[in-house]
């Protein structure tokens, strides 16, 4: 399998209006397709350990079943973000339908923790011209990254691989808070910071 961890600058030429670079502090982390127990546990106390505040992209099923998770994801001072409620790719599903999975878990957070979610990031990366028209009805700001780890395969090299290759002051790097990459999550999350450290580069938190 082919692996492209940095998107072609021909994409975010095009796309100007997504977030593909950090335009906070530093290097941003961040983690989708959660909340899952026990996995998540395991990332907020690792952040906990660096000092690390990360932005989580939620799953609205997801959500809806742990919400406790979530409580704690927000308590520990990380940001959430909107992953749709069923992880479907954006792609494949009618605008109207996109609009029902973006609009479901900006209501659940509304209703649940008084707050609007203000980042958005497409399952599986995949988007077209009617997701932005969606994304901005919901008056969300779609995130990419400039650094997919490939972590989902559950391979310590390739993460490794991404880091040293393509990590950059700016970069928004994508980790998996899944069963995919459960066994390798603690050594991704260390690796990045030892990294960063030894390049001295900072990892920060995301644009207002």
Same mark, same amino acid.
């Given at each position: 399998?082919?692996?492209? %961890?940095?998107?072609?600058?021909l ?7 997504? @977030? ?15 909340? @899952?127990?026990g996995i ?18 939620? @799953? ?41 999975e973006?609009q479901? @878990? ?13 980042w958005?990031?497409?399952?599986h990366?995949r988007?077209n ?9 919901v ?10 780890? %490939? ?9 490794l691989?991404s %880091?040293?290759k %393509?990590?950059?002051?700016d ?9 995919k ?11 990045l910071?030892?990294?960063a ?12």
């Amino acid at each position: 399998m082919m692996h492209v %961890y940095r998107p072609p600058v021909l994409v975010r030429k095009i796309f100007p209006g997504i @977030v593909w670079e950090n335009r906070g502090n530093g290097i941003l982390l961040t983690f989708d397709d959660g909340p @899952v127990p026990g996995i998540t546990e395991t990332i907020l106390e690792r952040l906990d350990k660096h000092g690390i505040k990360a932005l989580f992209f939620v @799953v609205g099923e997801q959500a809806r079943k742990y919400p406790e998770l979530c409580s704690e994801i927000l308590r520990a001072g990380h940001t959430i973000g909107n992953h749709t409620e069923h992880h479907k790719r954006m792609t494949r599903i009618s605008s109207q339908e996109g609009l029902q999975e973006i609009q479901s @878990v900006q209501d659940f957070f509304t209703k649940e923790f008084s707050m609007a979610l203000t980042w958005f990031r497409p399952p599986h990366g995949r988007f077209n011209r009617s997701t932005l028209k969606t994304v901005e009805q919901v008056s969300l700001k779609m995130m990419m990254w400039t650094l997919l780890t %490939y972590d989902f395969e559950n391979n310590e090299t390739t993460v490794l691989h991404s %880091y040293d290759k %393509y990590l950059r002051k700016d970069s928004i790097v994508v980790l998996h808070n899944s069963i995919k990459s459960e066994k390798i999550i603690v050594r991704s999350i260390d690796a990045l910071v030892e990294r960063a450290t030894a390049a001295g580069l900072t990892i920060g938190s995301p644009a207002a």
